[in-house]
């Protein structure tokens, strides 16, 4: 009666391990497509000014972007604030979260009217070294894309990067004329 048994669990275990092997040999061949993509920037700027003269232009977006603003809701200019921008492109929902005068402003860009959800981190940092500031920006951000292969993302990142940071150093450049210059 043992042999029996053995024979059939010897049976049983050849048979699982070749399933198993066939599955694997599938899924390498498999193709698989991320509909969202994760991406990362940093980008830095001098501005021949103090923090305080560049100040005004952190709080107030219209001063030198191509937005329309409108607050909804908050304290103004207080990390909670919930404001709703209209670009060429696209309105989007903005909150604040932290914000240091002189400093640090940090938002979330892309939340709902409630001001939660998924959305585009933002971070300005100001430095001053004498006499001028050092602005950087960090944006982290998680956007919906058409399902793409993965072995195609890190070109299709790259991408992404390269556009936002052309996009953004335009912003800044004119942002620096116009605290430099007036």
Same mark, same amino acid.
């Given at each position: 009666m043992k042999k029996y048994y053995r024979k059939w669990l010897k049976l049983f275990l050849t048979i699982l391990v070749a399933v198993?092997?066939?599955s694997h040999g599938d899924k390498a061949k498999e193709t698989f497509f991320l509909e969202s993509l994760d991406y990362a920037v940093h980008y830095e700027i001098i501005l021949n000014a103090s923090p305080? =003269?560049?100040?005004?232009?952190?709080l107030d977006l219209e001063l030198w972007l191509p937005f329309k603003v409108v607050h909804v809701e908050g304290e103004k200019n207080r990390a909670g604030e919930l404001k709703y921008i209209t670009t060429p492109n696209q309105s989007v929902y903005l909150k604040v979260l932290n914000i240091i005068p002189f400093k640090h402003f #940090?938002?979330?860009?892309?939340?709902? #009217? =409630?001001g939660v959800g998924p959305g585009i981190y933002g971070h300005m940092g100001?430095?001053?070294l004498d006499g001028k500031t050092k602005l950087n920006l960090d944006v982290f951000s998680q956007v919906t894309i058409v399902p793409t292969e993965k072995d195609k993302i890190d070109v299709l990142r790259e991408t992404y990067v390269e556009k936002y940071l052309e996009s953004i150093e335009k912003h800044f450049l004119h942002l620096k004329n116009l605290v430099e210059i007036g």
């Open positions: 198993s092997a066939y305080e =003269d560049i100040w005004p232009y952190i #940090s938002n979330k860009r892309g939340v709902n #009217s =409630d100001l430095t001053e």
